[in-house]
């Protein structure tokens, strides 16, 4: 079955600690994103990839950071200096040939730092 | 800038009610709109979209329509049931230039189905 795998579902650290989510698609998607979900807000745009090796910063991009080595991946690293990095993250990738438009999304990597 | 607006939430319902979630957006240009359906835990699934004015999305029951004249595409569902609680999401997307596919989304509304 194709789709976006993100794991772990949940993941605790300490503060002061980096810690990486995974992302993975097998939909031969081009472009790649990440959000984050606070509580009783939408979701906001940390960083996009719409190819191989470039990414670009979305809205939030402060104190995270991304790569982009193979088409299928697409790694988050929340650094320390995310002032506020508890939060649900979401995955999504998209077709980049202009047909459409929908995203499709992963179920998510629930973070919580103390 | 781009913005959607979503009324407020949460909404509860008793199973079998009509639903109405209200979704007005202002964008530059001429946008694709969605609807996407988070259930608890889980990531955003595609519910329904429209491309163009006057287009309307439909799926498992609901529908909403792309009203250009009034920025509006509002979620409609005739007769709710409590498999569809939830919380739902409107969004927005610019083709090309420099939105990146981005998608612009609404604050959510939390649909509670009562039986």
């Known amino acids: 079955d194709g789709g976006i795998t993100q794991s772990p579902k949940y993941l605790f650290r300490k503060e002061g600690q980096n810690v990486t989510l995974s992302c993975e698609q097998n939909?031969?998607?081009?472009?790649m994103y990440w959000y984050r979900q606070d509580p009783g807000q939408g979701l906001r745009l940390i960083y996009y990839?719409?190819?191989?090796?470039?990414?670009q910063k979305g809205d939030i991009a402060e104190g995270y950071s991304v790569s982009r080595e193979k088409k299928e991946s697409f790694p988050l690293t929340v650094t320390s200096a995310q002032k506020n990095p508890t939060a649900f993250y979401l995955c999504?990738?998209?077709?980049?040939?202009?047909?459409?438009?929908?995203?499709?999304f992963g179920p998510g990597t629930r973070l919580t730092v103390t | 800038g781009n913005s959607v607006t979503q009324m407020e939430g949460p909404v509860t319902l008793s199973e079998e009610a009509f639903l109405t979630i209200n979704c007005t957006y202002t964008?530059?240009?001429?946008?694709?709109l969605f609807w996407y359906v988070q259930y608890p835990g889980e990531g955003l699934q595609l519910l329904l979209k429209?491309?163009?004015?006057?287009d309307k999305g439909s799926n498992k029951g609901f529908e909403a329509t792309y009203r250009k004249e009034t920025t509006s595409f509002h979620l409609e569902k005739g007769s709710v049931q409590v498999s569809d609680s939830a919380v739902y999401f409107c969004?927005?997307?610019?083709?090309?230039?420099?939105?990146?596919?981005?998608?612009?989304f609404g604050q959510g509304t939390i649909l509670t189905v009562h039986p």
């Open positions: 999504a990738s998209r077709m980049q040939d202009g047909s459409s438009y929908e995203q499709y």
């Open positions: 939909l031969n998607h081009d472009a």
């Open positions: 990839s719409q190819i191989v090796n470039d990414f």
């Open positions: 964008a530059t240009g001429y946008p694709s």
């Open positions: 429209a491309t163009k004015a006057d």
């Open positions: 969004a927005l997307t610019l083709a090309g230039g420099t939105s990146y596919g981005k998608l612009t």
